[in-house]
């Protein structure tokens, strides 16, 4: 199937071909024609999949069909909520790209930045809007934003919107809506409290699902690494100096920890770049736009702060700390071996860890490839550490009070 097949208009498939792409993905196919024809859709696909074009293209397309617009400038027709500034601008960037021949107007807002050039874009109007929900809502509150017009609303990531704690604001933005809005939920699994929201806010909705959730690519070779905690950034240091090489995302659980082996990295003369949630907006952009140009080989994030990034030609994904969330791996080794490409994962398990990836297997149905053959194996009866106070009984000397004037004394508490 091409695109010419899913009734998408020429300067839109130009602006597509220009983008490299000949032939829509599984997702796009199922996906396109069902929001032309002004159907509700969930749809649950793994980053990696093709769905943003899957919701950017048929919105365009709607858009194109009816593009007069009025003189006194152009009302939001459709509205994309993201839950990260990353991906908002992500998204941002493709709405661009494939609405390069027509005269449609995107823009994107999120917060941790100055709001009036955002204000100065809104009020010059737009067709399409991209917005994180705190800063959307914030920008309507003020009135800079009306949303009477909005004939399409997607919700991209739903289930990590909700995990952020976004469910309150997602609701709050789709009653501000027209109430004969079409709703396209996108989600990378669709766990009970996303299947809640749905039925509550969607319409008879059609149901798109490309492969299993846990489905990882049969292109990235995953490897596992038993090793006690405390070799982890040796271990680090000696797979970067002598197996992994090209581009490389490293994750960690914490803003710490990245922090931690960012210093440990540079100081061992690798470039490296980071991101996390304690940077603020800019800084996040331009570790990515230098991991992306080339300037470091190496970026090392967390979870939140990734979500969604798409990086083309990454060579392998490093998980130095594990995740407690299986579906988060699923998330994470997706971002290498895309569009066919093939790559590598690493992981890094210690004895505190097992369990995950216990889950982690189960999930993907698949045993991952022990590697025993390193400097820092972990004993194979290793326990979890758990670190208990040195300090035992009082620090009183013995002997201070008789047993007799202790049962005497009458303790106020």
């Known amino acids: 199937m091409s695109f010419k097949d899913l009734k998408i208009s020429k300067p839109i ?61 152009k009302t939001i027709k459709a509205l994309i909520v993201s839950p990260t500034r990353e991906l908002a601008i992500q998204i941002e960037d493709n709405f ?9 107007r995107t823009t994107v807002v999120y917060g941790g930045t100055p709001i009036e050039p955002q204000k100065d874009v809104l009020k010059k109007g737009v067709d399409i809007l991209i917005a994180t929900p705190g800063r959307l809502l914030d920008l309507h509150k003020q009135d800079i934003i009306n949303l009477d017009y909005v004939e399409t609303l997607v919700l991209d990531e739903a289930d990590l919107m ?18 004969e809005k079409q709703i396209l939920l996108f989600s990378a699994t669709i766990p009970h409290k996303v299947e809640q929201l749905a039925n509550s806010i969607l319409n008879s909705p059609e149901r798109v699902e490309v492969t299993q959730n846990s489905s990882t690519s049969k292109n ?15 271990l680090c240091l000696h797979l970067l100096r002598n197996t992994i090489k090209g581009n490389i995302i490293i994750f960690r659980r914490t803003k710490f920890g990245v922090d931690k082996l960012e210093k440990t990295l540079l100081k061992n003369n690798y470039k490296v770049d980071s991101i996390h949630g304690d940077k603020s907006q800019t800084g996040r952009q331009d570790a990515l736009n230098r991991f992306k140009k080339g300037d470091v080989n190496i970026l090392i994030a967390t979870d939140v702060a990734a979500r969604g990034i798409d990086i083309n030609d990454l060579d392998a994904v490093v998980n130095f700390d594990l995740p407690n969330v299986p579906e988060t791996y699923v998330h994470r080794i997706g971002r290498t071996a895309r569009a ?37 194996p972990l004993d194979p009866k290793a326990k979890p550490i758990i670190h208990k106070s040195k300090k035992t009984g009082s620090k009183h000397r013995k002997g201070r009070k008789s047993e007799a004037s202790k049962k005497k004394k009458k303790r106020w508490y």
Request: charged share 25%.
């Open 13 to 73: 498939l130009r602006a597509v071909a220009e983008a490299g792409y000949d032939n829509p993905t599984l997702v796009q196919e199922k996906t396109i024609p069902l929001v032309l024809y002004k159907k509700d859709v969930i749809v649950s696909a793994q980053t990696g999949t093709g769905k943003t074009a899957a919701f950017a293209l048929p919105i365009l397309q709607s858009l194109l069909d009816q593009q007069d617009a009025p003189k006194k400038g």
């Open 96 to 104: 661009k790209t494939y609405s390069t021949y027509t005269n449609l």
């Open 162 to 179: 909700l995990d952020m704690g976004f469910i309150d604001d997602v609701r709050k933005i789709e009653r501000l809506c027209t109430k």
């Open 220 to 234: 990235v070779a995953q490897l596992l690494y038993y090793v006690p905690k405390k070799n982890k950034i040796e």
């Open 340 to 376: 066919g490409n093939t790559g590598m994962a690493f992981s890094f398990c210690s004895a505190d860890e097992k369990e995950y990836i216990k889950n982690i297997q189960q999930l993907i149905q698949l045993q991952l490839d022990i590697v025993e053959e390193h400097p820092y």
